[in-house]
Antibody
Framework: QLQLLESGPGQVKPSETLSLTCTVS??????????WGWVRQPPGKGLEWIGS???????YYNPSLKSRVSLSVDTSKSQFSLRLSSVTAADTAVYYC???????????WGRGNLVVVSS | QSALTQPPSASGSPGQSVTISCTGS?????????VSWYQQHPGKAPKLIIS???KRPSGVPDRFSGSKSGNTASLTVSGLQADDEADYYC??????????FGRGTKLTVL
């Protein structure tokens, strides 16, 4: 059964870069019908799509975050990663990784990783 | 890219039906049959309950149904149960490899 697990620091200082990794187990990250995405949720607020990446490395981003976001994939480790630069308190959120079918819907989700931006 | 519009809250008594709307534009909801719905209980990850407007993933009860008319999609929960109390989010493919969520609706079972 496919599982996704986020990992990374729980706290990042303002102006620094947030980095998270998602490990995929139970299925291949090379499936042709799936992208691998990141979604975040600030405390008490709604969901926001950050971006999604194909196993080949093609990535698409939320236009509002595009200037600060970079996604990458390591198929040998069945992992994909998120980097968000120049963070502020507004980037404090639970960050989820998820499988993104054709960019149409997110059908499997990780448990989430709370990241707090604070000095 | 603007978030899709959902009512902040909805409610119903056990056994009743409730419908949650999700309004976008021709650029997202109205332009594609790729609306999906997610259920999120407090402290948990979202769970896909409807994909492609009206398709239910395996294991999702048929009490959950989806539809779309023009730029507005709807999620109907029939035979309300206590465990249906959760936040519900819609989302849509928005063209040009873009994807957008709704602002979320808190469903209360009275």
């Amino acid at each position: 059964q496919l599982q996704l697990l986020e990992s990374g620091p729980g706290q990042v200082k303002p102006s620094e870069t947030l980095s998270l990794t998602c490990t995929v187990s139970g299925d291949s990250i090379r499936r042709s019908t799936y992208y691998w995405g990141w979604v975040r949720q600030p405390p008490g607020k709604g969901l926001e799509w950050i971006g999604s990446i194909f196993y080949s490395g093609s990535a698409y981003y939320n236009p509002s975050l595009k200037s600060r976001v970079s996604l990458s994939v390591d198929t040998s480790k069945s992992q994909f990663s998120l980097r968000l630069s120049s963070v502020t308190a507004a980037d404090t959120a639970v960050y989820y990784c998820a499988r993104h079918a054709w960019l149409w819907y997110l059908d499997l989700w990780g448990r989430g990783n709370l990241v707090v931006v604070s000095s | 890219q603007s978030a899709l519009t959902q009512p902040p809250s909805a409610s119903g008594s056990p056994g009743q039906s409730v419908t949650i709307s999700c309004t976008g534009s021709i650029s997202d909801v109205g332009g594609y049959n790729y609306v999906s719905w997610y259920q999120q209980h407090p402290g948990k990850a979202p769970k896909l309950i409807i994909s492609e407007v009206s398709k239910r993933p395996s294991g999702v009860p048929d009490r959950f149904s989806g539809s779309k008319s023009g730029n507005t999609a709807s999620l109907t929960v029939s035979g309300l149960q206590a465990d249906d109390e959760a936040d519900y989010y819609c989302s849509s493919y928005a063209g040009n490899n873009d994807f957008v969520f709704g602002r979320g609706t808190k469903l209360t079972v009275l």
